[in-house]
């Protein structure tokens, strides 16, 4: 296994796919990155990144929509496609980046075999500190050149993917197949409509879209996603956009109006039912009582 370590410096850019295009690099390569603010990387299809934000979060452009990653998530991209990501004003944000098959090796030389994930699956995730704890040790290694830590550090990357990944492994379990291929082809089309779904909540995301991007049909997306997942397409998309309204409520002093508009529901009375059906009562008696409690 091959590191390399990328400084991304305030202000600057870097594409990945340019620099694995060197002569120092290899299909094993595995991209260790330090972004600061204002800086921008660019990541080609067909590599998956592991992104942990840790001050100030991270906007990211994958699969045609623009979302923000908060600080104390991870977020893993989809190796079918490409991304972008932007560290803001006072961000500062590492990751790990290699090809599906890289990651897959890594997590297989610490990972025991029931317990390992057949490739790496798309996903935002809440994590521990001391998971983000240990990828800032890692990249400190790397990015401060101790290559004699490599073995070891390859090691600690593919336990730290596995732990992210290893939330999964129940739903996975669930997928029906008669074999792990299989159940990993059938699984991959599910997440990736779960994972457009988690970041793509603001925009007009309907069924058709769904159903294509899953390349099936509507009644077989649904039957087999509420197996997986507990519930459907329609109503985990409802479900993330009364929750972001909550941390925007929460967090921020946005008048309600906006925050309906921003998570995408073309009305405020959609809004005002559906919220209420989720969460007992209006966004105005939540945020009240939110205050209240603080």
């Given amino acids: 296994m091959q590191f390399k370590s990328i400084h991304v410096t305030s202000g600057r850019s870097s594409d990945i796919g340019a620099a694995t295009d060197t002569e120092h690099d290899s299909e094993g390569c595995i991209n260790v990155l330090l972004c ?70 890594l997590m297989s030389i610490s990972a025991k075999e029931s317990d390992l994930m057949p490739i790496v699956f798309p996903m935002i995730q809440d994590v521990p500190p001391a998971v983000r704890a240990a990828l800032l040790r890692l990249v400190r290694i790397i990015i401060d050149g101790k290559q004699s830590l490599a073995p070891s550090s390859a090691d600690s990357a593919g336990q730290l993917m596995a732990k992210v990944q290893h939330q999964l492994l129940p739903l996975f379990q669930r997928c029906p197949g008669s074999s792990i291929g299989r159940r990993s082809h059938i699984f991959i089309r599910l997440q990736r409509v779960r994972h457009l779904i988690h970041i793509g909540f603001s925009k007009g995301i309907d069924i058709n879209t769904l159903a294509t991007l899953a390349n099936y049909s509507h009644s077989r997306l649904i039957r ?57 009562g209006t966004a105005s008696s939540f945020r009240s009582s939110y205050r209240d409690s603080r």
């Fill in 36 to 105: 600061e603010r204002h800086s921008r990387v660019t990541v080609p299809s067909g590599m998956v990144g592991m992104w942990c934000p840790l001050t100030n979060g991270a906007w990211v452009d994958a699969m045609g929509s623009r979302f923000f990653v908060t600080r104390g998530r991870i977020y893993i991209s989809d190796s079918e496609y490409s991304h972008e990501v932007c560290v803001p004003m006072r961000g500062l944000s590492i990751a790990i980046i290699a090809k599906q098959a890289v990651w897959r090796n």
């Fill in 224 to 280: 087999h996603f509420t197996r997986v997942f507990g519930e459907s397409p329609y109503s985990c998309l409802l479900r993330t956009r009364i929750e972001n309204a909550h941390e925007l409520i929460r967090e921020t002093d946005m008048n309600i109006s906006d925050i309906w508009r921003m998570i995408g529901f073309e009305n405020r009375a959609s809004f005002a039912r559906s919220f209420k059906r989720c969460s007992g």
